[in-house]
């Protein structure tokens, strides 16, 4: 009888063991995913298999490794390991959500947008899904239904530059040029808000390039509309943000050739070609010799 019971007391602490192993191990894999570093996702892989290994049961593993292996590009790997971590938990709207982001990878749209509708049934307010199912929306040229998904995220998300951004880009392909032009300026007021306050963070130099697209592609729209003297304004901002930016050269030297000036526009286009835009040699063979 006692040794009965040692046995079966034996059996729970092995049991229990295994069980907060397993939960060790998916901590652990957690900690080293969220450093978004290659290496680190494949070693991060490595200890969400031990956590199933120990548990096949344990959906968090399963989901956790569906991610690693989304980041490796391995969407097809992902897409088994999210359909299991799903079959454990049909409620769970990341699964739904990073299963559409591995069959975008793979140009599924309509599947990926069926699994974005999902986890925002599941969670209405869950903002990345309304973000993934607008790129879809974007790809499957359905623009309207891309400029609703970024208005949603805008709802929950009133200070969302890159929604702004994103949103003004849809309302281009629309011809909608003066919700372009409202959207691209909010976009520019909320990322110089962005960049005062994080000038000490990482996010800071992606704030600056957005911004710069967002000048750039509201000099655009103004060039579109005849605006010559708004765009120049809006290319030199671009250019001032990314200095690199042949289309912004090329573009300003149009503009400034439609102003009559035509010394300002040779030079930046001779600046495009020498940034590797060969169109912008065109130009000057056309107009400046």
Known sequence: ?????????????????????????VLMGIAKEKT?????????????????????KNDEAYY????????????????????????FNSNNEFAFHERG??????????DAKKDFDTAININ????????????VNDSLSDYSQAIADYTKVIELDSECAKCFLFR?????????????????????????????KNAKDD????SVIFIGMAYGMRGSCKFGLEDYRGAVADFDQDIKFIPNDKGAYQDRGSCKFNLNDKEGACLDWS????????????????HCN
């Not at 978004?36 to 096949?56: C, Q």
């Not at 982001?101 to 309509?110: E, I």
């Not at 919700?179 to 990322?191: K, N, P, R, S, V």
Request: with cysteine; glycine share 6%; net charge positive.
């Open 1 to 25: 009888m006692k040794r009965l019971l040692f046995l079966t007391i034996l059996l729970f602490l092995i049991l229990d063991c295994y069980c907060q192993t397993g939960k060790q191990y």
């Open 36 to 56: 978004h570093i290659y290496k680190n996702h494949k070693v991060a892989l490595l200890d969400f298999t031990k956590a199933i290994m120990i548990n096949p």
């Open 64 to 87: 956790r490794r569906g991610i690693c292996k989304d980041e490796l590009n391995d969407f097809e790997g992902a897409i088994a390991d999210l359909d299991i971590a799903i079959n």
């Open 101 to 110: 982001r591995a069959k975008l990878g793979l140009k599924y749209f309509s």
């Open 124 to 135: 209405p307010k869950y903002e990345n899904a309304y973000w993934s199912r607008a790129m």
């Open 168 to 196: 003004g880009s849809e309302k281009s392909k629309l011809k909608d040029d003066v919700g372009e032009i409202a959207d691209l300026t909010q976009a520019i007021d909320l990322f110089k808000i962005e960049i005062k």
């Open 203 to 206: 996010s800071y130099f992606s």
């Open 271 to 286: 600046k495009a070609g020498e940034l590797g835009d060969a169109e912008a040699y065109d130009l000057i063979k056309k």
